[in-house]
């Protein structure tokens, strides 16, 4: 195992600019994701750690090595691709042995290693079937199983769970992150799926135009997101803003209209501000703000809902069962110490 030290590093395709002098420690062991958009430049990152991409400034450290000119394979790292990238006229057992092989390691060794990924794995009675008899999340196993034969210093992730049906994303989750667990590798993993960030990470770095927006441990982005990219980007739904400014130590719309405020940052009298509040933290009160209910959309545990509120459009989720139908009027009020505001002009959040 070993950290991975991502220095001043920057990618240019030409006079493109993708990823633009981003600085990410990772320790060692530790399971970090990065996530972001299509685009972001999360994958061509990941791909210059592993020397699929060449660096075109900065420095990538794997342990006390700098790996900017060593080749792949000579890198110890081991990737799992999001389309699996198994050789099909080879059973699970040769694809797995098969980077082995290639060292010519001692057939004992390799019938060893193998027998241990399976075991871990699930995949024993797997072993002599070729990947056309398997389905999506057994190919996904022997894909990780080829990654833990090898005994990295570091694992990269890219995508490997997009190809998979909803149920089987979620065992997949649970399983990637019962292998960090046991292996205690460290791993680095790219995907684009927010909820997958917050269930897995240990820390999550947050991507976006080729720059890190955020990094910190999950709830922490969550309950604290730095400015309104990421606020908007992580949880699910996503959060509500509302534009408008400061005044009189409550929030003003830009519609006119009222919503309160827990504590007004000091000195912002009269500043735009952008009122931010998650869906989970707006609760039914029989004093809140009428709101008009524009579609109830029933999920069995909870209840997501769409109001207006003042002219402003809000999704609430509400973990009661809500009888009102479209167009009749309930009344909400937000959590105060949970909303977020954040400035209307540079984005960043603002400090009571």
Do not use: W
Request: glycine residues 8%.
């Amino acid at each position: 195992m070993a950290s991975v030290d991502i220095i001043d590093a920057a990618k240019s395709f030409g006079a493109v600019r993708v990823i633009k002098g981003v600085n990410i420690p990772i320790g060692d062991g530790e399971f970090v994701i990065l996530v972001g958009p299509s685009g972001c430049g999360k994958s061509t990152l990941l791909r210059m750690i592993a020397g699929l991409e060449e660096i075109s400034e900065g420095q990538i450290r794997i342990g006390s090595r700098v790996v900017n000119d060593v080749p792949p394979k000579e890198r110890d790292i081991a990737m799992v691709f999001q389309n699996y990238a198994l050789y099909p006229h080879m059973t699970v057992a040769d694809n797995m042995a098969f980077s082995l092989k290639l060292k010519q390691a001692p057939k004992s060794e390799i019938t060893a290693k193998v027998d241990r990924a399976a075991q871990i794995l699930g995949l024993g009675p797997l072993l002599q079937r070729y990947p056309r008899q398997l389905s999506g999340g057994q190919r996904q196993r022997v894909a990780m199983g080829r990654a833990i034969v090898r005994d990295p210093q570091v694992f990269l992730f890219d995508e490997p769970l997009s190809n998979l049906d909803a149920k089987l994303r979620v065992q997949m989750r649970t399983e990637i992150k019962e292998l960090h667990q046991r292996l205690k590798t460290t791993t680095i993993y790219v995907t684009h799926d927010q909820i997958e960030a917050m269930t897995m990470a240990d820390r999550i770095v947050v991507m976006h135009d080729g720059i890190v927006e955020q990094m910190g441990v999950p709830l922490d982005l969550y309950d604290r997101p730095a400015n309104l990219f990421v606020a908007g980007f992580i949880g699910s739904p996503a959060m509500n803003m509302i534009k408008g400014s400061i005044r009189n130590s409550s929030f003003e719309t830009e519609k006119g209209n009222h919503l309160p405020l827990g504590n007004a940052p000091a000195a912002s009298e009269g500043r735009r501000a952008i009122y931010g509040v998650r869906p989970e933290h707006i609760h039914l009160a029989g004093d809140g703000i009428p709101a008009e209910v524009v579609v109830v959309e029933p999920t069995g545990a909870e209840t997501q809902v769409i109001v207006k509120a003042g002219g402003d459009e809000l999704t609430c989720v509400f973990r009661e069962r809500i009888t009102a139908k479209p167009g009749e009027t309930i009344r909400i009020a937000p959590e105060l110490k949970v909303v977020h505001l954040f400035d209307a002009d540079d984005g960043r959040r603002l400090s009571a």
